[in-house]
């Protein structure tokens, strides 16, 4: 899941200078489940800005929202009407959902309410931990199941740096160093003969770095690949990618999260 957390108080603030009423819109998802963007959140950030301003004889109103998915333009279409009302959208989503409500609704200010962390796992109560990059070249057979891109701080490809005492990371001693968990489970999963072949560099052409993202669903919503930035979707490949008027599924999607296209 996309684990986020709420910016400072102090930048909320400033964001909120000059402006007298803000729609403030949670994010019933990924956000909710890491305790920073879900209903009771927004509500509580939505107080702590009124009384903020009061302090400092302002006044500021703040009226609260939450959709299920701020991600998909039809979860935040029932907010368009009233959106123009305000002088500000305070998103409580991840910076996919910021960004799809403030393509949904370009006349007002969209501001961002969280600082996306990463995609982590709920290792326990309260804690995440990043477990996924998205570098779009998953080497996890090889591993076991274990990122080494995510979880070495050394992205090691090939084996432990051998700086790791007891089991713990060299670089930061409160982590297990992820090549001794491989290593360890290797004979249970039979990777040891694999784990002995050498594994070439990463292709970072399918990370971030090569640029936008974008996955495509066929009409019969089969996945046939992936594409960054190149040539214009009607030119990638048969068949057409034009949604048929029954699918339901997402048709395209950038980045991290789902998006459906008006069709």
């Given at each position: 899941m996309i684990v986020a957390e709420q910016k400072p108080l102090p930048d909320l603030k400033r964001m909120m200078k000059g402006k007298k009423k803000v729609l403030a819109v949670g994010c019933g998802t990924c956000v909710s489940v890491c305790f920073a963007g879900g209903k009771k959140e927004t509500e509580g950030l939505a107080k702590a800005l009124s009384t903020a301003a009061a302090v400092d004889g302002e006044t500021l109103e703040v009226e609260v929202r939450t959709?299920?998915?701020q991600c998909v333009k039809e979860f935040i279409e029932p907010l368009s009407e009233e959106v123009e009302e305000y002088d500000a959208v305070l998103s409580l989503a991840c910076g996919v959902g910021?960004?799809?409500?403030?393509?949904?609704?370009p006349?007002?200010?969209?501001l961002p309410g969280l600082d996306t962390q990463f995609?982590?796992?709920?290792?326990?109560?309260?804690?995440?931990?990043?477990r996924c990059v998205g570098c779009g070249n998953c080497v996890l057979e090889y591993t076991g199941g274990l990122c080494p891109i995510t979880r070495c701080p050394k992205q090691l490809f090939n084996g432990p740096c051998g700086g790791a005492e007891d089991g713990m990371c060299e670089v930061d001693t409160s982590i297990p160093c992820v090549w001794t968990k491989i290593w360890d489970n290797s004979d249970n999963l039979d990777l040891m003969d694999s784990l002995m072949d050498f594994?070439?560099?990463?292709?970072?052409?399918?990370?971030?770095?090569?640029?936008?993202?974008?996955?495509v669903v066929r009409d019969d919503l089969v996945q046939p690949f992936a594409v960054g930035v190149g040539p214009p979707l009607k030119d990638v490949g048969e068949p057409a990618l034009k949604p048929s008027k029954g699918a339901t599924a997402v048709a395209e999607t950038d980045n991290r999260e789902g998006t459906v296209p008006d069709n």
């Open positions: 959709v299920q998915r910021v960004q799809t409500m403030a393509e949904r609704n006349k007002t200010r969209v995609m982590g796992e709920p290792t326990e109560t309260g804690v995440w931990e990043e594994r070439p560099p990463q292709d970072w052409s399918t990370s971030r770095s090569g640029g936008l993202r974008r996955t």
